[in-house]
């Protein structure tokens, strides 16, 4: 593999700044806040629901205040809850006061199993320790998902406790017992699995969106990184240059500042000599955090630069979804492979390009139709199953009309050293 | 349809899979507990909740409302045969409720954002919900069942509304983003364009960082500083995107392909001079070559005479520049120290890479004649357009 993969490798890629705060912007703001709003109002339907039946429950509650102690301290932490946020609207709740306000969602629940104690037989069952574990739905989608779904399931492991404990007397109320103590986990869970499958959706989608700015870029373009690169070559040059020109360093140079001068000279000539047969491909996926360390590309004529616009979309969008349908950590990433096997030296520019997928750790009759029709927009592929792995083989008919400067293609296609 | 919308139907169906498998398997676990129904109707819910998981589990698999409607029509089955057995215990009533207000409203999470979705939502919810009012009217007045019911369809409709609005706005500001990056990236390309085409500005600071790296030994202190300097306000000036004056434009970027040649050798010669090394020019002072074969050409020099300065111990150089009709040459001469060429492995980065690699990118090629004691003559070829 050539020198640039490894590089990728080691260097993770960082998006232009304004490009990366947009892509912040659209998962807290954009979408986020819709989400927020509607997981709140799903909260305040469960919550309604458990105030009904606690209405409904509170004659058969022999002596006391029957439910409403709970019910009580739930709507002042929610309260408090709610004031603060509305007071810090910018800025999210301080830390501290976000965990006392989860702690303290151990008082209703207390309260109510209490007041509940010992009635199961006659059907009183928790309702506002069942709504503590709704008043976490829009909690999670204002902040982290992990520590409100385990709030959740504590306060669901209390009331399924306190269920068994009193099965001797109740009988077959237990179910219901249980029921409710699932009653108070399910509504978070699915919350979060909601928020948690929103903001990968979200993720994926703007990093594609943001790679996809490669598909239109000349064969030979730089890529952001191999420019931000060169930039910063560029920059680091100039200012040992000046520091010599203007006498801050002294002449014979002491060791260290040669030793950066011949490092900087070395990584420019590098940089300028190699990465002509860079293409949009590499960019691509160099620049993506999701095919970065997923997907090799072995591109070492530089043929990806001969595909038309709608053939690196097809091909950009089919590694994409591969990738999507990857089971959690398999070794191996999708190899990539793009040769011009009619590459000879008379000045013509090549018009068919091969290009071989090979792909592991992914279920074939689990891919989605989508990613066939994007290959197909590609060429025509054929399929190699094989026992780990399988391999799409695509012959690419490149459209040397429609790209963008053949030419330039032709340069890159040439490798130097040949 | 955009692949946006199958991704969020991807999601959906996660969600009513969780949604309607907890409450068929809580319903199953429910009719299960022995002593609660027996014989033909205990065959009955049990076939029935296993059939509800089984339609959940098909439905959440592609979609559509076929299956959907399996999903409803199996729980409204199941609530029905429940609710008219003699004696509703707390259990059952629990596998009741579950199912009216778990299992059968999973399949709104899909189905609420479809075209027309809403009003099917409501008819299938109507469907359960009549069904639970009719067994409470007519037997056990269930209120908890009826709320935890209508609650049950909302959650589930509002949270998939929710999901849906989200995606949408989300949508449509990634594209915005989107198009803000390809806006972002041309400009970086054209930067980067603009810093590789000033390939001869280049190809004088690697020189002056080579120097440099070598503490600077061999040339005079003042030249040295001067070249350095001149490098440094180069480079800035290419980093402001300053106006450039005229002979730096050419450094730059040498974009008129006639006359240049001149100037360009010029710009060499000069520096090497101030570095100690005088360089005789021979032959055709102007050429029509294309841009990268005369920056691969210029370079590929460069590199030589640097070698020339370094190497061979003599402070004097010809190059001679010849063309034919397909070829032009040019001819690095010393009568310096000379070497083996056998003896230089040709893998050594600084001619390999800097003069093969930049020549053979433009179909061009470089020998090199020496042994010690006589010279070196390095001959490189490019050929015309």
């Known amino acids: ?418 | 349809m955009k692949r946006i919308q199958k991704e969020r139907d991807r999601l959906l169906r996660k969600l009513a899979r969780i949604y309607g498998l907890t409450g068929a398997v809580g319903a199953l676990l429910c009719v299960i507990v022995p002593g609660t129904t027996t014989g033909i109707q205990f065959a009955a819910v049990t076939l029935l909740s296993v059939a509800a998981g089984a339609f959940v589990f098909l439905h959440t698999e592609r979609g559509g409302v076929p299956t959907a409607v399996g999903v409803v029509a199996v729980s409204a089955a199941l609530i029905g045969v429940i609710g008219t057995s003699s004696a509703l215990d707390p259990v059952l009533l629990t596998a009741l409720g579950v199912t009216a207000s778990v299992t059968a409203p999973s399949v709104a999470i899909t189905l609420v954002v479809r075209h027309r979705g809403p009003s099917l939502v409501f008819a299938l919810a109507s469907v359960i919900l009549a069904t639970v009012v009719i067994i409470a009217v007519t037997g056990d007045p269930m209120p908890a069942v009826v709320i935890s019911t209508i609650a049950g369809w909302a959650v589930a409709a509002s949270l998939a509304l929710a999901l849906n609005a989200a995606i949408a706005s989300a949508s449509a500001r990634i594209d915005e983003v989107g198009r803000a990056h390809q806006a972002e990236r041309l400009a970086s390309e054209l930067e980067a364009r603009q810093r590789q085409d000033a390939r001869v500005l280049h190809d004088t600071v690697l020189a002056t960082l080579s120097l440099l790296a070598h503490s600077g030994v061999g040339v005079g202190v003042g030249a040295l500083r001067q070249q350095a300097g001149d490098d440094a306000r180069l480079l800035k000036q290419l980093r402001l995107g300053a106006p450039l004056d005229k002979t730096s434009d050419a450094i730059f970027s040498p974009e008129a392909e006639e006359d240049i040649l001149g100037t360009t050798f010029e710009s060499v010669r000069q520096r090497f001079a101030r570095m100690g090394l005088d360089v005789n020019w021979h032959g055709a002072g102007q050429l029509t070559l294309p841009r990268d074969t005369l920056d691969a050409l210029l370079g590929a020099l460069g590199e030589c005479l640097e070698n020339v300065r370094r190497h061979s111990g003599v402070n004097e150089a010809d190059v001679t520049v010849t063309d034919d009709e397909r070829t032009v040459r040019a001819m690095v001469t010393d009568a310096g120290n000379g070497f083996e060429p056998e003896t230089v492995s040709r893998g050594r980065l600084g001619y390999s890479e800097s003069v093969v690699g930049r020549l053979s990118t433009v179909g061009g090629r470089a020998r090199v004649f020496s042994s010690p004691g006589s010279g070196t003559t390095v001959m490189l070829e490019v050929p015309k357009p």
């Open chain 1, 1 to 418: 593999m050539s020198a640039t993969t490894t590089r990728a490798g080691q260097q993770p890629f960082r998006r232009p700044s304004r490009s990366a705060l947009a892509a912040g912007d659209v998962r807290e703001r954009h979408g986020g806040r819709r989400l927020a709003t509607g997981v709140t109002i799903t909260a305040a339907i469960v919550i309604a629901a458990d105030l009904l039946r606690a209405m409904m429950m509170a004659p058969f509650y022999p002596v006391g205040v029957g439910p409403w102690a709970a019910w009580l301290s739930l709507a002042a932490i929610l309260c408090v809850g709610v004031v603060s946020r509305l007071v810090s609207r910018a800025n999210p709740l301080p830390d501290w006061l976000y965990v006392l306000l989860l702690v303290a969602l151990a008082v209703p629940v207390w309260l109510d199993v209490t007041a509940t104690w010992g009635y199961l037989d006659r059907g009183v069952t928790p309702t506002a320790a069942a709504a503590a574990g709704a008043v976490l739905m829009p909690v999670a989608a204002i902040r982290g998902t992990k520590v409100p779904l385990a709030v959740a399931c504590a306060i669901g492991v209390v009331l399924a406790t306190s269920a068994f404990l009193q099965a001797g007397e109740a009988g077959e109320y237990i179910v219901v017992g249980l029921a409710v103590a699932v009653s108070a986990v399910l509504p978070t869970l699915l919350a979060v699995v909601a928020i948690n499958g929103f903001r990968s959706l979200v993720g994926r989608e703007l990093d594609l969106s943001l790679v996809q700015s490669t598909v239109s870029t000349a064969p030979s373009a730089v890529g952001m990184q191999a420019s931000e690169e060169l930039a910063k070559l560029d920059f680091d040059a100039e200012t040992l240059l000046d520091d010599v020109g203007s006498g801050r360093i002294a002449i014979p140079l002491p060791t260290a500042a040669a030793e950066r001068a011949a490092a900087v000279a070395a990584r420019l000539r590098a940089r300028l000599i190699e990465g002509r047969t860079d293409t949009w491909l590499k960019h691509a996926v160099t620049e993506s955090a999701y095919l970065s360390n997923r997907v090799v590309v072995d591109d070492a004529e530089g043929a990806a630069g001969l595909l038309s616009q709608q053939q690196r979309d097809g091909l950009l969008l089919a590694l994409w979804l591969l990738v999507g349908e990857r089971r959690k950590a398999p070794a191996e990433p999708i190899a990539v492979r793009l040769r011009c096997p009619a590459i000879d030296d008379d000045h013509t520019t090549p018009h068919v390009v091969d290009i071989e997928i090979e792909v592991f750790g992914v279920v074939l009759r689990r891919l989605d139709p989508a990613t066939w029709e994007a290959v197909d927009s590609v060429g025509r592929h054929v399929l190699v199953a094989e026992a780990e792995s399988f391999r799409i083989e695509i012959e690419c008919q490149a459209n040397t009309a429609s790209s963008a400067s053949a030419t330039v293609a032709r340069d890159a296609a040439n490798p130097r050293g040949s």
